[in-house]
């Protein structure tokens, strides 16, 4: 079961800028997309620009995390690694500190690092759940995360 992460964990994004975690939800509460350090990740690329469509105006700042290292990060999202948040996790800290198991996986953390809702494994059902709460919270038009080139549902990979 997840659960609130260590917000003094240091995290380096892809660009190679390091924070604690509390430092990057300072001004922002965080929607976080961690994908698994596989190929097969790569079919998220389509819901992580859909939710990052609607959500990137708003009041939460989505991010994208891999447990891996930068180049196989680079792979899996291609051209879009440096058009979001990204962070590279080898050691797959973040995860580890949520106590997540299965990845792809979504996550709202608020401003103070607390955690909100979480969805392990890929249920659009629970997914979008995750979407619609972190819309209500902010105040804010909930992305639809399903859509043209959604993978079939999955109980995901383990982390």
């Avoid at 995290?11 to 390091?18: D, E, I, Q």
């Avoid at 604690?20 to 790569?42: G, H, Y």
Wanted: net charge negative.
């Amino acid at each position: 079961m997840a659960q609130n992460p260590n917000p003094s964990l240091e995290l380096t994004s892809l660009a190679g800028v390091t924070h604690t975690l509390d430092d990057w939800a300072t001004t922002f509460n965080l929607a976080i997309i961690l994908l698994p350090s596989r190929a097969e990740a790569a079919a998220f690329v389509p819901v992580i620009k859909r939710i990052y469509a609607t959500f990137g105006d708003s009041d939460v700042r989505t991010t994208v995390w891999v447990p891996s290292t930068a180049a196989i990060t680079r792979r899996i999202l291609g051209n879009i690694a440096d058009d979001y948040l990204t962070f590279c996790d080898p050691d797959g800290a973040l995860s580890s500190s949520l106590s997540l198991d299965r990845a792809p996986a979504f996550v709202h953390l608020r401003q103070d690092t607390t955690l909100v809702a979480a969805a392990q494994g890929w249920s659009p059902t629970a997914w979008q759940k995750v979407a619609d709460g972190i819309a209500k919270h902010v105040h804010w038009s909930s992305p639809v995360v399903t859509g043209a080139g959604t993978p079939a549902p999955s109980p995901g990979w383990a982390i």
